[in-house]
């Protein structure tokens, strides 16, 4: 038996019929722009504790540090000799190097200009942050950006047991607020449309009540049925949910079908904004794999193979949707484009 027949082997496929695109029902009247916007609004108004997510927790190593940039903060990130992860201002501050492209020297990080030493304890005008790895993703504690009363870790939804799942991340960086982006994943009506190479049969099974302005979390979610197709006439059908969790985040689960459990989290990050001053969104995407199937186990031994698979499926779908959500920042903000050819 191959590899690839124990994985996929007795998976619950659907036949699908290439029909053609436009044969589709039409979802326009059910995307109520309305419906949407209380969606995204309920989600802002739910509380973050300031937390940011950074980077994908194998991003951040003893060996190297990391740099990325969230809202205009410069920040760097490494792990210390206890294999803890320390986060802090991205600038030296001694003459302002760059500490990303600095070196890690038994623990603690060495400015490549002059030599100051930062560790998890700080160093001369040099303070490490609040941070929290949750085994997929390192998060950073950002009182000041952030605004809100700030909480211990941040706001992480349920998600499978790392023994028995895979997670794979992939990032992409828009043009676009993050509400734009929580926006685009509270409309499912779009999935079959927009990724026609991706899904096919989505029903949006039912939607928040607009009037319910005090749901929190899971309850204020999407239920849709939609088939994930894995080749051009076989599908998977699943039964998901769309839920936010705090405001930069989107959940996508599967409670029905299979693969139930699996979660996609889609958070969107504040960057750096760009040279002429619009705001750029980070989107990191987490995909946490996970089946009853005793097929699966085979899966988690090459799971190196499919988090790149995985990445990639991610990354497609994302440069498909960040023109999406870029589309809606520019319709409100009126810094519209020529469409490239």
Not at 57 to 84: H, K, M, N, T
Not at 99 to 105: E, H, M, P, Q, W
Not at 156 to 161: D, F, Q, V
Not at 211 to 228: I, K, L, N
Request: proline letters at 9%; glycine letters at 10%.
């Amino acid at each position: 038996m191959s590899m690839r027949t124990s994985i996929l082997g007795n998976l619950p496929l659907s036949r699908v019929a290439p029909a053609e695109w436009a044969a589709q029902r039409p979802t326009y009247g059910d995307a109520k722009p309305e419906l949407i916007e209380s969606a995204v609004k309920r989600a802002c108004a739910r509380p973050s504790g300031n937390w940011f997510v950074l980077a994908p927790s194998r991003e951040i190593r003893a060996d190297r540090p990391f740099g990325a940039a969230v809202g205009r903060q410069e920040l760097v990130a490494w792990r210390d000799g206890s294999r803890r992860i320390v986060v802090g201002p991205g600038a030296c501050p001694h003459l302002g190097a760059p500490l990303a492209k600095s070196r890690i020297d038994c623990g603690a990080l060495r400015c490549h200009w002059h030599g100051l030493a930062l560790t998890g304890d700080g160093g001369p005008g040099w303070r490490p942050l609040p941070a929290y790895d949750d085994g997929v993703l390192t998060w950073v504690r950002l009182d000041e950006l952030g605004g809100e009363e700030p909480l211990p870790e941040p706001v992480i939804a349920a998600r499978p047991a790392p023994a028995a799942s895979i997670a794979a991340v992939a990032e992409l960086t828009g043009t676009c607020e993050p509400d734009d982006v929580i926006a685009n994943r509270f409309d499912p009506w779009h999935g079959a449309w927009f990724h026609p190479y991706s899904f096919t049969r989505l029903t949006v099974v039912s939607t928040p009540r607009e009037d319910m302005e005090g749901m929190r979390g899971e309850q204020d979610r999407f239920v849709v049925d939609v088939t994930f197709r894995v080749g051009r006439r076989v599908g998977v059908p699943v039964q998901a949910e769309f839920f936010s969790p705090e405001p930069r985040t989107l959940v996508m689960r599967i409670i029905g079908g299979e693969g139930a459990g699996s979660v996609v989290e889609t958070h969107a990050v504040p960057s750096m904004p760009s040279i002429d001053g619009r705001p750029r969104t980070r989107v990191v995407e987490a995909t946490i794999a996970t089946s009853e199937r005793t097929g699966f186990k085979a899966a988690l031994r090459i799971a190196p193979a499919l988090r790149v698979i995985m990445r990639r499926a991610a990354a497609r779908l994302w440069r498909d949707d960040l023109a999406y959500a870029e589309r809606r920042y520019a319709l409100r903000s009126g810094h519209l484009e020529p469409e490239r050819p």
